[in-house]
C-alpha cells in the first residue's frame, strides 16, 4: 500500500508540473502556433493526464490476457476435438455403409442363390430329370450311356411310351453264356425254337449305398453321409436304399391281358403283337411272371426293346403307378455330346 502512495504522489507531482508547462504551450500556440502544433499539444496534455497503472492492474491486466490466451486454446481443443469426433463419426457412418453394402450384397447374392437352387430343384427334380441310359436293355433304340430326358409329372402312360420307373432292387440270376445259347438253339417237337428259356445274361448291379438306418458303433464320418444319403432321397435327389432303376417300353395298361408264348410270341387282349421296332422275339421267362396275366387298376406291363434278356414285367411283374418317375421325352446320343 505505501509504494502504490508513493506512486500516486509521484503522478500528481509530475502532473502538477506538467500543468504549467501545458499552459505555457497553449499561450504559445495562442500566439501564432498552427493547428499541427496544438493537436501534439493537447495529445501530451492527455497523455500526462492518463493515470499510471499500478503493478497490481498490470498484474491483473497479464491475469486477463493470460486468461484469454488459455480460453483461446481451449476452444482451439474443443473444436479440434469436435472436428476429430465429426471426422470419426463421418467414417464410421461410411464403414457402416460400405458394410450394409456389403451385407445386402451378400443376401441378394444369396437370395438369387437360393432362388436358383430352388428352380434347379423344381425343374430338374420336381417337372424333368435327367439319366444314363445303365444298360442295353432297350438297344437298339436306345444305347447304355445315351442321355435320357423324361418328364416327371406324365404318370398316365399309354402303350409304347418308354418310361423310367424305380423299384425294388433285384438279384437276376446268373447264367453261362454258353448253356443259354444251347437252350436258346433247342428245337421243340414242332421244329421251331424254343424260346422259353429263363436267362437274363445283363444283370445290373445295385450300387454300394449307405443304410437308411443307424447301425451299431458307426462313428462320425458314417452318420454324416447317411444322414446325408436320407435328405437326399428325402428331397428326390436319389432313389431309396435296395431300390434299382429301370428304363422300359409299355405294352399294356391296366384292364388290358398279357400273355407271352413259348415260341415268343406278345399277345394282349387275345391279338398277337407285331412290333415293327423289335428285332427278336420275346423270350417268356419261366419260373417268374405267370400268364396270361390281367392287369389291375394303376398298373402297366413293360418290356425291354432287347427282350432275349432284358429286365422288365417278366422277371418283376406289373408296374405300379407309384413306382413310375416319368415317360421320356428326348434322347441325347452319346457319341453326339
Do not use: W
Not at 506538467?18 to 495529445?43: H, L, R, W, Y
Not at 398279357?258 to 419261366?286: A, C, D, H, Q, R
Amino acid at each position: 500500500m505505501t509504494e502504490d502512495n508513493n506512486m500516486q504522489q509521484k503522478v500528481s507531482a509530475q502532473t502538477e508540473q506538467s500543468i504549467p508547462d501545458a499552459e505555457v504551450s497553449v499561450n504559445n500556440t495562442s500566439t501564432g502556433q498552427s493547428p499541427e502544433q496544438v493537436q501534439q499539444f493537447a495529445k501530451q496534455i492527455a497523455e500526462l493526464l492518463q493515470p499510471q497503472l499500478t503493478e497490481a492492474q498490470r498484474q491483473e491486466e497479464e491475469n486477463r490476457r493470460r486468461e484469454a490466451e488459455k480460453q483461446k486454446l481451449a476452444e482451439e481443443e474443443r473444436q479440434r476435438r469436435e472436428a476429430s469426433k465429426e471426422a470419426a463419426a463421418k467414417e464410421a457412418a461410411l464403414k457402416a455403409r460400405k458394410k450394409k453394402r456389403l451385407l445386402r450384397g451378400f443376401r441378394n447374392l444369396l437370395i438369387r442363390t437360393l432362388l436358383l437352387i430352388a428352380v434347379v430343384y423344381i425343374l430338374f427334380y420336381q417337372i424333368i430329370g435327367v439319366m444314363n441310359m445303365p444298360n442295353d436293355d432297350m438297344y437298339p433304340r436306345i444305347d447304355s450311356g445315351d442321355l435320357l430326358v423324361f418328364y416327371r409329372l406324365d404318370k398316365d402312360v399309354r402303350a409304347q411310351d418308354i418310361i423310367v420307373l424305380q423299384r425294388e432292387a433285384i438279384s437276376l440270376q446268373e447264367y453261362d453264356a454258353e448253356q443259354a445259347e444251347e437252350q436258346a438253339a433247342q428245337m421243340n417237337e414242332d421244329g421251331e425254337i424254343n424260346t422259353s428259356v429263363s436267362a437274363v445274361s445283363n444283370e445290373q448291379k445295385v450300387p454300394d449305398i449307405p443304410p437308411a438306418q443307424a447301425v451299431e458303433g458307426e462313428g462320425l464320418k458314417e452318420k454324416f453321409f447317411r444322414l446325408l444319403y436320407n435328405a437326399s432321397v428325402k428331397l428326390g435327389l436319389r432313389g431309396k436304399a435296395g431300390t434299382q432303376t429301370f428304363v422300359c417300353r409299355v405294352v399294356a395298361t391296366a384292364g388290358d391281358t398279357v400273355e407271352i408264348t413259348e415260341n415268343g410270341s406278345l399277345i394282349i387282349n387275345g391279338n398277337s403283337m407285331i412290333e415293327s421296332n423289335i428285332f427278336s422275339p420275346t423270350t417268356m421267362y419261366v419260373g417268374f411272371t405267370e400268364y396270361p396275366l390281367t392287369l389291375k387298376a394303376g398298373e402297366c406291363f413293360v418290356l425291354a426293346d432287347h427282350r432275349n434278356g432284358g429286365a422288365d414285367s417278366r422277371f418283376f411283374g406289373p408296374v405300379k403307378q407309384e413306382e413310375i418317375l416319368g415317360t421320356v421325352i428326348t434322347i441325347a446320343r452319346r457319341n453326339n455330346l
